[in-house]
């Protein structure tokens, strides 16, 4: 899609930018959550140096209680646990989920990494079902590469 080239030199601006880390990654997940109409919640979970727990940075979208996530456990604690992408298009079928919102329908996480560890996560949440293409997934893994180099 188009505005999916147009929003990865967006991000591209963010990161070369002036903004200090904390602002980068909060307009980033601004920039995508307004230009964007499936996606609904986003945020950067950022994993602790001791790599068990991830804990919520900057996100857009209403407050969660999950501010802290074992490795491991839900959708951001499995796609942190395996390096890959995780798409789950109906969060209802997803034994190993934890609910943000009785909203949210689907969800996407793409792991952050640097130098071949996990060094964060984008998750995006969407109130709809079956939200996320595969064109999403290229797209927000490219926005990970570049997100890589800040974290
Ligand atoms: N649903 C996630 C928890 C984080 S919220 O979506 C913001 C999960 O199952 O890991």
Not at 32 to 51: C, M, N
Not at 113 to 120: E, I, M
Request: aromatic share 6%.
């Amino acid at each position: 899609m188009k505005v999916y080239s147009a929003l990865l030199r967006e991000v591209g601006a963010i990161v070369a930018g002036p903004l200090e880390q904390n602002q980068k990654l909060q307009a980033i997940c601004e920039l995508l959550r307004d230009r964007v109409a499936h996606y609904d919640w986003v945020g950067f979970y950022l994993i602790e140096p001791s790599a068990t727990d991830l804990v919520l940075g900057p996100y857009a979208g209403e407050p969660t209680e999950h501010v802290r996530i074992p490795v491991g456990r839900g959708i951001c604690g499995q796609a942190a646990e395996t390096k890959q992408t995780f798409v789950v298009q109906d969060v209802s079928q997803e034994s190993n989920y934890l609910s943000c919102s009785p909203k949210v329908r689907s969800e996407i996480v793409v792991p952050i990494l640097r130098d071949g560890k996990v060094v964060g996560e984008l998750d995006i949440d969407s109130h709809a079902l079956e939200a996320f293409s595969e064109e999403d997934t290229a797209f927000l893994e490219g926005i990970c590469k570049a997100v890589g180099s800040l974290l």
